[in-house]
């Protein structure tokens, strides 16, 4: 992956190249959590990656660690690192590449907009959450370290609780606003500003009529999923130029773009599901905590006489799954999911 990376990506075949090496979603969000924490710890050191060697195509994942030196200053600025032979090093290279670019620009829209993780809200909710279940233990680490920097320990009640209102108060609520400028000094994401919808996915009626706004240039859209911008910023085949509200009947993914001449805005999309569309989806079965080892599994049933669409289906609490796009399960099929397959097919 060094070797790859050091070559001149700007070039689609070294780009393909470092691809198939490399999972290159998964490494633009490690870049973007990275950045948003500011981290100042990294990337000259501090760093995991993994591949499975099992997967025939399988390719590198990069994996936070060690990352003690965040949250600090809201105005930390790290985005313009660049250490050889390291994350930022290969992003640096990558950023040569213009589908790079576009597709580290749609990352971004995606966490820094419409209730992404990395929005004001969400992000105080996720560090809340983690804030909560190390609550009371604090008070033991109080005891144990906290006066290992001075003779007056630190305490939960004081330090910690400051420090706790200091995110939620300050850090978080201009933290993606700073971060999103800096992305942009960086031109890692458009000044075409995306289309946005009067309703950014979730449950609709039958018949449902989105529109969509853009305060600059037209909006191309698609409804099966593609992308209206192909590579090179051709104009699919595919795109429909945005003129009318958008009568929605079924479960439908939709993904916009805004086009000013040559320049293509950050993606917007979103998923659409059609109330009750879902309602003959049953668990019918499920293990939790069994005596052996990791066969845990939850078995879904589609009791209905159609066939469902489950894609971008979520499981977001106790197991994490999200079903493929496209996926269908037929009328009266089942589909297990488990959490370790090997020992569920070994049972």
Same mark, same amino acid.
Do not use: C
């Given at each position: ?14 780009? $393909?190249?470092? *691809? *198939? ?69 290969? @992003? ?16 971004? @829209?995606? @966490? ?15 560090? /809340? ?56 000094? *960086? ?30 240039? *037209?909006?191309?859209?698609? /409804? ?69 080892? @990791? ?42 999911? $488990? ?9």
């Amino acid at each position: 992956l060094i070797a790859a990376t050091s070559k001149n990506l700007s070039s689609a075949p070294a780009h $393909a190249a470092v *691809q *198939q090496q490399l999972d290159v979603t998964n490494f633009i969000d490690y870049m973007l959590v990275n950045f948003y924490v500011g981290n100042t710890d990294w990337s000259h050191q501090n760093w995991y990656a993994s591949f499975n060697r099992n997967i025939p195509d399988g390719r590198w994942l990069f994996h936070s660690w060690d990352a003690e030196h965040n949250l600090e200053s809201g105005n930390e600025n790290v985005t313009g690192r660049n250490n050889a032979a390291s994350p930022t090093g290969f @992003h640096h290279q990558l950023r040569r590449n213009a589908e790079y670019r576009v597709l580290f620009g749609d990352r971004v @829209h995606r @966490h820094f907009f419409n209730n992404g993780v990395m929005t004001p809200g969400r992000a105080a909710e996720s560090s /809340l959450a983690r804030l909560d279940v190390v609550d009371e233990a604090v008070v033991a680490e109080s005891a144990r370290w906290g006066d290992s920097r001075r003779p007056k320990p630190f305490t939960r009640d004081k330090e910690w609780v400051t420090e706790k209102n200091r995110l939620l108060k300050q850090y978080f609520p201009r933290r993606t606003g700073i971060v999103l400028s800096q992305l942009r000094g *960086q031109k890692l994401y458009p000044l075409l500003a995306a289309p946005t919808f009067s309703q950014h996915g979730g449950s609709i009626p039958s018949g449902f009529k989105l529109t969509i706004n853009a305060s600059k240039g *037209q909006v191309y859209y698609t /409804l099966d999923g593609s992308d209206p911008r192909l590579h090179g910023g051709v104009l699919a085949e595919t795109a429909t130029l945005y003129t009318t509200a958008i009568r929605i009947e079924g479960t439908t993914r939709v993904k916009a773009r805004t086009k000013s001449q040559s320049q293509w805005s950050a993606l917007t999309e979103a998923r659409f599901v059609v109330e009750g569309s879902l309602d003959s989806l049953r668990i019918t079965e499920l293990m939790y905590h069994p005596l052996r080892g @990791h066969s845990e599994f939850v078995e879904l049933k589609n009791t209905g006489d159609t066939s469902l669409d489950l894609g971008g289906v979520t499981f977001s609490e106790g197991i994490r799954f999200t079903f493929a796009e496209g996926f269908q399960l037929p009328p009266g099929a089942h589909v297990v999911l $488990a959490g370790d397959a090997a020992a569920f097919t070994d049972q």
